[in-house]
């Protein structure tokens, strides 16, 4: 499917709205390519250390030792606010 669109400014770049049928997310990470005339979107990957510090954030920095289940990760966050 082709899709028409269109740019606008926005301070010192130049924005290009992606319509939903695309299906990119508000807020995805995308790498952006030049060959020639084209312009290539890419999905970016998270690195390792990028998926370390995400898992970090989203367990309140909790220190875990090894994998748990459901259950004994929200024991354990609720421990951690007592």
């Given amino acids: ?3 028409i ?3 606008f ?3 010192s ?3 290009v709205t992606l319509p939903k049928g ?3 997310k508000p807020g995805q990470k995308l790498k952006v390519e030049k060959q020639g005339k084209k312009v290539i979107l890419k999905e970016k990957k998270l690195s390792e250390v ?4 995400l898992v970090k954030k989203l367990s309140g920095h909790l220190k875990l030792e090894r ?4 259950e004994e990760l929200d024991l354990l966050y609720e421990e951690s606010y007592k």
Wanted: no cysteine; proline share 0%; net charge negative.
């Fill in 1 to 3: 499917m082709t899709y």
């Fill in 5 to 7: 669109v269109q740019t």
């Fill in 9 to 11: 400014q926005l301070g």
């Fill in 13 to 15: 770049s130049t924005v």
């Fill in 22 to 24: 695309l299906g990119i």
């Fill in 50 to 53: 990028e998926v370390d510090k």
């Fill in 67 to 70: 994998h748990l289940n459901a």
